[in-house]
T-cell receptor
Framework: EDQVTQSPEALRLQEGESSSLNCSYT??????LFWYRQDPGKGPEFLFT???AGEEKEKERLKATLTKKESFLHITAPKPEDSATYLC??????????????FGAGTQVVVTP | NAGVTQTPKFRVLKTGQSMTLLCAQD?????MYWYRQDPGMGLRLIHY???????AKGEVPDGYNVSRLKKQNFLLGLESAAPSQTSVYFC?????????????FGQGTRLTVV
């Protein structure tokens, strides 16, 4: 059974204090690992897709990396507007997966000025 | 471009009442999904559809039904609401199952069953 575990559950950072979020996964063949950002009262917003171990992607202060067992979302010099819940999801490679995502519970990030 | 639109945004139901949540997408996506989000549990898949007229059960389908009569619309029905169905419901759509096909989400429907 596919499983996704995110840690920590919550993270409080000072503005400029860099940190990393972890997403550990088990899946029977990885089709893709997705990172989403979710603001309060909103739907998840797509950030990155990673496909294979060793891959990295960046967007502004965010950098996502992937190994065979986990993914990290690094937040460099965060600003208050980076405050959000970050969700990780995996899509299995099986043809009967029908593009379904298995989500982690998310990491709530609060960045204070 | 509206993307994925959910109606209503908020609803309060009494136990035993029924309702339908509507999801509409204007991206011509084949795949559509209904998730529920509860504190500490992440997003869990209720039902999904891989094309017009086709639906399938997800992880937590009990108490819900769905229909996809038109490609752009995916309806989620609660026949007899229960307090355990109090949650935030999200609809999502994808162009296909290929690698890199991210899902686009609606803004959510907050449902309270009293």
């Amino acid at each position: 059974e596919d499983q996704v575990t995110q840690s920590p559950e919550a993270l409080r950072l000072q503005e400029g204090e860099s940190s990393s979020l972890n997403c550990s996964y088990t899946v029977s063949g990885l089709r893709g690992l997705f990172w989403y950002r979710q603001d309060p009262g909103k739907g998840p917003e797509f950030l990155f897709t990673l496909y294979s171990a060793g891959e990295e992607k960046e967007k502004e202060r965010l950098k996502a990396t992937l190994t065979k067992k986990e993914s990290f979302l690094h937040i460099t010099a965060p600003k208050p507007e980076d405050s959000a819940t970050y969700l990780c999801a995996v899509q299995a490679a099986a043809t009967d997966s029908w593009g379904k995502f298995q989500f982690g519970a998310g990491t709530q990030v609060v960045v204070t000025p | 471009n509206a993307g994925v639109t959910q109606t209503p945004k908020f609803r309060v139901l009494k136990t035993g009442q029924s309702m339908t949540l509507l999801c509409a997408q204007d991206m011509n996506h084949e795949y559509m999904y209904w998730y529920r989000q509860d504190p500490g549990m992440g997003l869990r898949l209720i039902h999904y559809s891989v094309g017009e007229g086709t639906t399938a059960k997800g992880e937590v389908p009990d108490g819900y039904n769905v229909s996809r009569l038109k490609k752009q619309n995916f309806l989620l029905g609660l026949e007899s609401a229960a307090p355990s169905q109090t949650s935030v419901y999200f609809c999502a759509s994808k162009v296909g199952t290929g690698a890199g096909a991210e899902a686009f989400f609606g803004q959510g429907t907050r449902l309270t069953v009293v």
